[in-house]
C-alpha cells in the first residue's frame, strides 16, 4: 500500500512554544488530507479536513488560529501547535488520500507539552 | 451527521475462541469501511479495507462484513491468538473519514 510518513513521531515541547507536525504521502498525490487527536485511551477524533491549495475545513470546536493546517501541495500537509499548553498533549495522526483511492495513515506524533 | 458506533466496547476471550466485532453507522452513503487495529500507544494499522460496492473482504483469520442499507459491518477473528490483542477501530469513509470509538480485546492465553 502507500506510504505515508508523518515527522516527529515524538516531540516534548515547552508550554507557549509552538510545534509543527508534516505529513507527507511518498509515492502518491494527496489531494485530501485529514488531521485527527487521540487522548489516552479514547478514539480518533477528526479535528479537520484539508484539499490541496485550499483553506482546511475545521471540525466543530477545534479552534483553527491554533492548529494551523497547511496543504500547499499535493505530498506535504503540516499541522502547526501554536503556543501550546500541557491540554494540547495528545497523539496526533495524520490521513491522506487521493481522489477515490482509501486513506493510508501516519505512525502518529505524541506531543508532550511541559 | 455521521455517527460510527462499536460494540462492545472492551472484550476478553480466551485463546482459540473466535470472536465478532461489531460496527454501525448512521449514514450509510459512504464510500468505504475501514478495520484497523491500535496497539497502546502506537499508530493505526490496516486490516481490511471494505468498498461500498462489495459485501465482505478476508485476510488470513480475519473476516469483514459490510451491510450498507443496515448500516452495519462486522469484524470477524477465528482463532484468537495472544497477539490479537489491541483496539479494533472501525471507519467510514464519505466526505470524511470517521472513527468509531473501538473494541479493546484482550485475548486470554
Same mark, same amino acid.
Given at each position: 500500500?502507500?506510504?505515508?510518513?508523518?515527522?516527529?513521531?515524538?516531540?516534548?515541547?515547552?508550554?507557549?512554544?509552538?510545534?509543527?507536525?508534516?505529513?507527507?504521502?511518498?509515492?502518491?498525490?494527496?489531494?485530501?488530507?485529514?488531521?485527527?487527536?487521540?487522548?489516552?485511551?479514547?478514539?480518533?477524533?477528526?479535528?479537520?479536513?484539508?484539499?490541496?491549495?485550499?483553506?482546511?475545513?475545521?471540525?466543530?470546536?477545534?479552534?483553527?488560529?491554533?492548529?494551523?493546517?497547511?496543504?500547499?501541495?499535493?505530498?506535504?500537509?503540516?499541522?502547526?501547535?501554536?503556543?501550546?499548553?500541557?491540554?494540547?498533549?495528545?497523539?496526533?495522526?495524520?490521513?491522506?488520500?487521493?481522489?477515490?483511492?482509501?486513506?493510508?495513515?501516519?505512525?502518529?506524533?505524541?506531543?508532550?507539552?511541559? | 451527521?455521521?455517527?460510527?458506533?462499536?460494540?462492545?466496547?472492551?472484550?476478553?476471550?480466551?485463546?482459540?475462541?473466535?470472536?465478532?466485532?461489531?460496527?454501525?453507522?448512521?449514514?450509510?452513503?459512504?464510500?468505504?469501511?475501514?478495520?484497523?487495529?491500535?496497539?497502546?500507544?502506537?499508530?493505526?494499522? @490496516?486490516? &481490511?479495507? /471494505?468498498?461500498? %460496492? =462489495?459485501?465482505?473482504?478476508?485476510?488470513?483469520? #480475519?473476516? $469483514?462484513? +459490510? *451491510?450498507?442499507?443496515?448500516?452495519? @459491518?462486522? &469484524?470477524? /477473528?477465528?482463532? %484468537? =491468538?495472544?497477539?490479537?490483542?489491541?483496539?479494533? #477501530?472501525? $471507519?467510514? +469513509? *464519505?466526505?470524511?473519514?470517521?472513527?468509531?470509538?473501538?473494541?479493546?480485546?484482550?485475548?486470554?492465553?
Amino acid at each position: 500500500g502507500a506510504v505515508v510518513s508523518q515527522h516527529p513521531s515524538w516531540v516534548i515541547c515547552k508550554s507557549g512554544t509552538s510545534v509543527k507536525i508534516e505529513c507527507r504521502s511518498l509515492d502518491f498525490q494527496a489531494t485530501t488530507m485529514f488531521w485527527y487527536r487521540q487522548f489516552p485511551k479514547q478514539s480518533l477524533m477528526l479535528m479537520a479536513t484539508s484539499n490541496e491549495g485550499s483553506k482546511a475545513t475545521y471540525e466543530q470546536g477545534v479552534e483553527k488560529d491554533k492548529f494551523l493546517i497547511n496543504h500547499a501541495s499535493l505530498t506535504l500537509s503540516t499541522l502547526t501547535v501554536t503556543s501550546a499548553h500541557p491540554e494540547d498533549s495528545s497523539f496526533y495522526i495524520c490521513s491522506a488520500k487521493a481522489v477515490a483511492t482509501e486513506a493510508f495513515f501516519g505512525q502518529g506524533t505524541r506531543l508532550t507539552v511541559v | 451527521k455521521q455517527e460510527v458506533t462499536q460494540i462492545p466496547a472492551a472484550l476478553s476471550v480466551p485463546e482459540g475462541e473466535n470472536l465478532v466485532l461489531n460496527c454501525s453507522f448512521t449514514d450509510s452513503a459512504i464510500y468505504n469501511l475501514q478495520w484497523f487495529r491500535q496497539d497502546p500507544g502506537k499508530g493505526l494499522t @490496516s486490516l &481490511l479495507l /471494505i468498498q461500498s %460496492s =462489495q459485501r465482505e473482504q478476508t485476510s488470513g483469520r #480475519l473476516n $469483514a462484513s +459490510l *451491510d450498507k442499507s443496515s448500516g452495519r @459491518s462486522t &469484524l470477524y /477473528i477465528a482463532a %484468537s =491468538q495472544p497477539g490479537d490483542s489491541a483496539t479494533y #477501530l472501525c $471507519a467510514v +469513509l *464519505d466526505d470524511k473519514i470517521i472513527f468509531g470509538k473501538g473494541t479493546r480485546l484482550h485475548i486470554l492465553p
